[in-house]
T-cell receptor
Framework: DTEVTQTPKHLVMGMTNKKSLKCEQH?????MYWYKQKAKKPPELMFV???????INESVPSRFSPECPNSSLLNLHLHALQPEDSALYLC???????????????FGEGSRLTVL | AQSVTQLGSHVSVSEGALVLLRCNYS??????LFWYVQYPNQGLQLLLK??????LVKGINGFEAEFKKSETSFHLTKPSAHMSDAAEYFC??????????????FGQGTRLTINP
């Protein structure tokens, strides 16, 4: 199993809604990532979890709240978003870089978010 | 700081022709380098990677890349383009490692179009 599964694939929400994006992997990876990708742009890192602990937060606004309940799951809780937050949200996972592992990221297909 | 420059935001080749996508990097340490491909409305898929060792790296779908330290380049090539190669291609360098997780810095991407 070499998949990273993201749900939902599409999400439309109003600025006052609360919603969550979910990500799951069963490759035994201990690092998980959230990226944001705007149209015709490269992915931008938002958060990194390593061994279920938040290790990188790229100064993301607090209306985005990540959660890593266990080593296989990663959530992104959304609240009071703005229209400019509309984007493709990509989850990725990797083995830690150690012992010969080179830590390449495996990406899910993304959740396309539209904020009205 | 690590960075990546992809020369040419859009490359167009004929089916059967050579594909060459250019990537130059800047890194203060020996780099980990990656090429990812993104098909429309999908996530990113790893094509190939360079970490250490052999400088000519072969990947999936007939692609290969050569790491040239003296030129700080990692150009992606394929001898004969196929219609299914039409996609967005991202070069990335590993910029930071924390607790085994790595931050990738992506280039701006190159959109590859294949003409029949």
């Amino acid at each position: 199993d070499t998949e990273v599964t993201q749900t939902p694939k599409h999400l439309v929400m109003g600025m006052t809604n609360k919603k969550s994006l979910k990500c799951e992997q069963h490759m035994g990876h201990r690092a998980m990532y959230w990226y944001k990708q705007k149209a015709k742009k490269p992915p931008e890192l938002m958060f990194v979890y390593s061994y279920e602990k938040l290790s990188i937060n790229e100064s993301v606004p607090s209306r985005f709240s990540p959660e890593c309940p266990n080593s296989s799951l990663l959530n992104l809780h959304l609240h009071a978003l703005q229209p400019e937050d509309s984007a493709l949200y990509l989850c990725a996972s990797s083995h830690p870089i150690a012992g010969g592992n080179t830590g390449e990221l495996f990406f899910g297909e993304g959740s396309r978010l539209t904020v009205l | 700081a690590q960075s990546v420059t992809q020369l040419g935001s859009h490359v167009s080749v004929s089916e059967g022709a050579l594909v060459l996508l250019r990537c130059n990097y800047s890194s203060s340490v020996p780099p980990y380098l990656f090429w990812y491909v993104q098909y429309p409305n999908q996530g990113l898929q790893l094509l190939l990677k360079y970490t250490t060792g052999a400088t000519l790296v072969k990947g999936i779908n007939g692609f290969e890349a050569e790491f040239k330290k003296s030129e700080t380049s990692f150009h992606l090539t394929k001898p004969s383009a196929h219609m299914s190669d039409a996609a967005e291609y991202f070069c990335a360098v590993s910029a930071r490692i924390i607790q085994g997780a790595q931050k990738l810095v992506f280039g701006q991407g190159t959109r590859l179009t294949i003409n029949p």
